[in-house]
């Protein structure tokens, strides 16, 4: 299993210029994730969907849309893309069953918006 | 959200244990305590979870106080690998689909 993967790694984006982030998961999960990291800080999240067809915003979801048309796709999507949006991005997914199950992380996207 | 407060940042010495403790005085009765651990320039891993016992796994120890005010992470052997930063984070049960708050975490180094 490869677990969850992110597409792409890294990408240099010029202000306004749009891009789409991939998200894919192999476990099955019905939760998916994404959230940014910012120099020296924690995850914060910005978007999440609990179900195939469905999303939710999370604590900073402005400047940001999502989607998830297949279970094990979620996408991130930055219509125009402002200096601020400059992080990592992290996708996590994780089973529904109960509070007490994990979340498994990617490996990050790192966006540069110059 | 109930907060969790940890320390900035610990230091360690090779194959000794290490004890990180976390601060959460609001913790409600459904809160799981959980503990991710970040090495550098990955995603966050998981490391433990509990909820009212201390909890034991091939990576670590969680202590739980009686009252589940705060808690610590236990590594009983502490490697280089383990430098990471450590969050612990609160997680409710219900309806809160299994997001995850995170602090700014505990930076733990490690030294030879």
């Known amino acids: 299993n490869a677990g969850v993967t992110q597409t792409p790694k890294f990408r240099v984006l010029k202000t306004g210029q749009s891009m789409t982030l991939l998200c894919a998961q192999d476990m099955n999960h019905e939760y998916m994730y994404w959230y940014r990291q910012d120099p020296g800080m924690g995850l914060r999240l910005i978007h999440y969907?609990?179900?195939?067809?469905?999303?939710a915003k999370g604590e900073v979801p402005d400047g940001y849309n999502v989607s998830r048309l297949k279970k094990q796709n979620f996408l991130l999507g930055l219509e125009s893309a402002a200096p601020s949006q400059t992080s990592v991005y992290f996708c996590?997914?994780?089973?529904?069953?109960?509070?007490?199950?994990?979340?498994?992380f990617g490996p990050g996207t790192r966006l540069t918006v110059t | 959200d109930a907060k969790t407060t940890q320390p900035n940042s610990m230091e360690s010495n090779e194959e000794e244990p290490v004890h990180l403790p976390c601060n959460h005085s609001t913790i409600s009765g459904t809160d799981y305590i959980h503990w991710y651990r970040q090495l550098p320039s990955q995603g966050p891993e998981y490391v433990i979870h509990?909820?009212?016992s201390n909890v034991n796994n091939r990576m670590a120890s969680l202590a739980i106080a009686e009252d589940r005010k705060s808690s610590t992470l236990i590594l009983h052997r502490a490697t280089l690998r383990d430098a990471a930063v450590y969050y612990c984070i609160l997680g409710a049960g219900g309806t809160s689909y299994g997001k995850l708050t995170f602090g700014q975490g505990t930076i733990l180094t490690v030294h030879p």
């Open positions: 996590a997914s994780r089973t529904w069953r109960g509070a007490a199950y994990e979340q498994y």
């Open positions: 509990g909820l009212t």
């Open positions: 969907s609990v179900g195939e067809g469905t999303t």
